[in-house]
């Protein structure tokens, strides 16, 4: 089994910014991928970004490329998502995801474990 626990979700103003990290434990080898995925009321999860313990390849969702970046700390096992320039759409609980995968996956059903998730709130 894995354990996912994020942290750093709030409520901030548009413009501003949040980092979100997410602590792995248990069974997570450097094979997994960590992703970061988002829901808000009434839509379905969306990918945010997944990141590879191997390696420099990082992946981002068309709504979040050049505002997020993910980085990640191997010795720590830890994954952060620094989110800039938040706007009102952002607005939704992230979870964060590990899969035992091969590459970055973008889909939801790719990944086996799951965190709780953080509320992230940007008000206008």
């Known amino acids: 089994q894995v354990q996912l626990v994020e942290s750093g979700g709030g409520l901030v103003q548009a413009g501003d910014s949040l980092r979100l990290s997410c602590v792995a434990s248990?069974?997570?080898?450097?094979?997994?991928?960590m992703g970061w995925f988002r829901q808000a009321p009434g839509k379905v999860r969306e990918f945010v970004a997944a990141?590879?313990?191997?390696?420099?390849?990082?992946g981002y969702g068309d709504s979040v490329k050049g505002r997020f970046t993910l980085s990640k700390d191997n010795a720590a096992k830890t994954v952060y998502l620094q989110m800039n320039s938040l706007k009102p759409e952002d607005t939704a609980v992230y979870y964060c995801?590990?899969?035992?995968?091969?590459?970055?996956?973008?889909?939801?059903?790719?990944?086996?474990?799951w965190g709780q998730g953080t509320q992230v709130t940007v008000s206008s």
């Open positions: 990141i590879r313990w191997t390696g420099d390849g990082v």
């Open positions: 995801a590990a899969g035992l995968k091969s590459a970055i996956v973008n889909i939801a059903r790719g990944y086996d474990y």
């Open positions: 248990g069974r997570i080898t450097a094979h997994h991928v």
